[in-house]
């Protein structure tokens, strides 16, 4: 999952086109009510669960693209293991 | 008087009874028989009548057994989240008259001076420790509402009420010791008695579980699903949220779930209609109403089917008096009453009046059969995720800060849900440009979470009545497009 996926998840979460990758999505008015939409958003797009407290660690979307792709790239290696 | 075993200690001798499974924490069980000795250690160390007890909280079983083993000794239940500023712990502890604090979890630090025992460290006890001798009208619980001046304010909670309200809960629930009821709401609001007490009083099992709290809705269906979730209680708000996944992004129900209780805010019709198209029929959905000071849940309904308009908060439950004056306000009597607010004379003759009834400040309108429908406040009190919050205590505590020469606050509906909105109004000298900054950085030093705006404007002027009263709702007319709340 690239940074521009992502900024689509906050342009809809957010009702708003004002987001870039360094955008932080809770200086963005953002809460934990729309964070699960967010989360929701990812996993079904990229099939990584990631945690509210994962998201309050990476709020923007350059940072959470970089943690969706590791956290693939360990699902990969995981699944090929298996 | 004479002391009584009424209140809590009938609660207690049915957790007594009861054998088997009564917490799952992160999916290892804990017996009724260790539930038991562990609240009686509790009790044992805080000795018979100890007054108010603070209880730092956490997602934990010590928090539960913490609160059993204040009930059995005989004191109240005062609980502290952690993650609140130390000013506002200091403020609680001090409101609430406590002597003793339990800490639950690693890393928690109350403030220096109290007396502190950890409930990690008191095991078992062999004999069970015999419940205190208690009045009905002994302080259970002490909990803060949101107050005008910015100051917590304390609602004492007798024993009589929590008795009364969960025997009645355990009716509407139909709990039996089969049923697996989720702990999800805050150890630190009153939500999360109707889920331990009709559950730990029944035999039923509570499970605790992090895989709640992450904020992600597959995780959260999986476990519920692993654990075999039968009972939900969910603030209204979130379970917005769950619809809007079930719908849009194909999550499932665990097949166990049986009841599914909502409750904090209106729900949403759009959502309503969504969950009876998911084929959730299965599952009991209760619509439930209820204040701190009237205790837990005062009306309930079953949401059977799709609404037209908004969705009604159902009938008076059979211990609950209610009337509506002229004017539309639901006032609220009956065994469950809460004492008031400690310490607050005033405040509490304001809304308790002396005649049995507490004044709600919610505006009802009842149906042909009975039901009533929820149209507003007769305040400015929003409920911002469940919570309530009045815009004056949040006014109070921006107006304090040195550089704001004014400011109102009030709730915006955005985005599908309500959203804490403050516009200030920077002093003479103040840099506007920094403003923002500063005001949010202070509060976040003085504040819990649910108080802090989730919006914050920097604006030239509010606009006033023609009395020459700040206008909340003027004020936002003024600087928002289509920002009704």
Known sequence: MNVDGVIDIYRRVLESEDITGDSDFFELGGDSLLATRVLSGIARVSGVELSFDDFLLAPTPDALAKLVSSDERHLNTADGAR | ?485
């Open chain 2, 1 to 485: 008087m004479t002391p009584t075993t009424v209140g809590a200690p009938d609660l207690l001798a049915a957790v007594r009874t009861h054998t088997g499974t009564a917490i799952l924490h992160n999916g290892a069980p804990i017996g009724y028989r260790e539930l038991t000795a562990r609240a009686s250690a509790v009790a044992a160390a805080l000795g018979p009548h100890p007054g108010a007890v603070g209880v730092y909280t956490s997602r934990t079983p010590e928090t539960v057994i913490a609160l059993l083993g204040v009930l059995t000794a005989g004191g109240a239940y005062v609980p502290v989240d952690p993650a609140y500023p130390e000013e506002r712990q200091e403020a609680m502890l001090a409101a609430a008259g406590t002597g003793t604090v339990l800490v639950t979890a690693p890393g928690q630090a109350p403030p220096p001076g109290a007396v502190v025992v950890d409930v990690r460290g008191l095991g078992e006890t062999d004999t069970e420790t015999e419940p205190s001798p208690v009045d009905g009208t002994d302080a259970a619980y002490i909990l803060f509402t949101s107050g005008s001046t910015g100051a917590p304010k304390p609602v004492v909670t007798p024993r009589r009420a929590i008795s009364t309200v969960t025997a009645a809960l355990r009716d509407l629930f139909g709990v039996t010791p089969a049923d697996r009821v989720l702990q999800f709401a805050s150890l630190s609001w009153d939500t999360c008695f109707e889920e331990i007490l009709p559950a730990l009083t029944s035999g039923a099992t509570l499970v605790v579980d992090d895989e709640a709290h992450t904020g992600s809705f597959p995780r959260f269906l999986r476990m519920t699903a692993e654990r075999g979730v039968t009972v939900l209680d969910l603030p209204t708000a979130y379970w917005h949220e769950l619809v809007r996944h079930l719908a849009e992004d194909g999550g499932t129900l665990p097949e166990s779930l049986r009841l599914l209780i909502i409750g904090g805010e209106a729900a949403a019709p759009a959502r309503l209609a969504e969950w009876h198209g998911l084929g959730a029929g299965g599952v009991r959905l209760l619509n439930t109403y209820g204040c701190t000071e009237t205790t837990l849940i005062t009306h309930a309904v079953e949401l059977g089917e799709t609404v037209e308009g908004r969705v009604p908060i159902g009938r008076a439950l059979p211990h609950v008096l209610e009337r509506v004056t002229p004017e539309g306000e639901l006032l609220i009597g009956g065994p469950a009453l809460s004492l008031g607010y400690l310490g607050l004379p005033e405040a509490t003759a304001a809304r308790f009046g002396g005649d049995g009834f507490f004044r709600t400040g919610d505006r009802v309108e009842r149906l042909p059969d009975g039901r009533l429908l929820h149209l507003g406040r007769l305040d400015g009190e929003v409920k911002i995720r469940g919570v309530r919050v009045d815009p004056a205590e949040v006014e109070s505590l921006i107006g304090a800060h040195p550089d704001v020469a004014a400011v109102a606050v009030t709730g915006m509906a955005a985005a599908g849900r309500t959203v804490l909105t403050a516009y200030v109004v920077p002093a003479a000298h103040a840099d506007p440009g920094a403003l923002r900054a500063s005001v949010l950085a202070r509060l976040r030093a003085t504040a819990p979470a649910h108080l802090l705006p989730g919006r914050l404007r920097v604006v030239p002027e509010l606009a006033h009545t023609a009395s020459g009263k700040v206008d909340r709702a003027g004020t936002r007319r003024r600087y928002e497009q289509g920002g009704e709340a």
